[in-house]
């Protein structure tokens, strides 16, 4: 007779969008014909490069003829894009990352959450609050969460750094050391972005205690400002200490097309053991390698065209960006973000709940957001507004909140 891992039972209902859903749905049933504005997606809207478009072309025209279709890619990627990756998103930048340090993958979501498995079952984890919610479930299935306390809105086996106001919510390292610790800069969903003294301070402290670093920099490419490391290697010491993720979904919009990366550096060994050569294990067992098209696809990323390119498409999201932040501070309100990510991190007026902001945004504006409770507690009294969108509906969102 089987049983079932029990550990699912403590994962809490992803309530945060499903409910959304249910309110604009009823919404909407109460006010046929409303114009809804949805400024909640963090899902990217715009069509693929040209250069992207190029690529997969040719790849599946290359799959249609026997001397050059390609069966099973190789596990860890295609080593024309791992030197690529290499090249262009390490060395450039001065971080000596080996293409054979780099595992392609379908996603930054699958990664973030397969990580934890090289890690042993008791080892403590920290997570900032509030926090991308993949880190922390992909834990508790894993049974390393401890239980979840209600009244508390917390697992009991997981240490929770808050990012507030007042530490420019950037998570500062907790006093007693944890093993695991999960960082993501640009941020989602409060859009802070460490800068080199701030992700130099945790590199030193997860070489000083002992701990891994698992840094997922998926939002990389919106980085504006100088002084903010794009990569966690450009700090002394990451090779030793971190796990860095990446992903072509944000930047170059292969949120449906599926292209990652992982970055295991050699150093990161543990009482003689190569994470490197787990990583590189796991992958070969559990994993068939992303599809040729999508690889080359993601190849073409790196060429002069396909750079200017997204650019371009980077520079749409931070206009939308620019305009909602700008907005909405020009009413006063208190917004953080979108300045080197396409999130914007709005504190709600005194006294006011996410979810009332919600409500009420719903309702005299017909504009939908995240409340900020839904990423963990320290989002409570936060509403989170993404660049996503189109412009027209962007700036349409913005007059309608100024309307009012
Ligand atoms: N990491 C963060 C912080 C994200 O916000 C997202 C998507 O929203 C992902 C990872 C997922 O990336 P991918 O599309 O590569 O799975």
Redesign the pocket.
Known sequence: MYTVNANYQELQGSYLFSTIAKKVAAYKEAHPGCSIISLGI?DVTQPLPDAVIKALHSAVDEMADVSTFRGYAPDLGYSFLREAIAENDYRARGCEIGADEIFVSD????D?ANIQELFGAEDIIAVCDPV?PVYLDSNVMAGRAGKYDPAAGRYTRVVYMPCTKENGFIATPPEKAPDIIYL?FPN?PTGAAADKERLQEWVDYAVKNGCVIIY?A?YEAYISEENVPHSIYECDGARQCAIELR?F?KNAGF?GLRL?FTVVPKDLVKDGVSLHGMWARRHGTKYNGAPYIVQRAGEACYTPEGKAQIRDLIGFYMENARIIREGVVSLGYEAFGGVNSPYVWLKTPEGVSSWDFFDSLLDRCNIVGTPGCGFGPSGEGYFRLTAFGDKDATKEAVMRITKI
Do not use: F, L, M
């Open positions: 963090g996603g930054a979501k699958s973030s991308y993501c989602n997922d998926a992903s979904s949120t990652a």
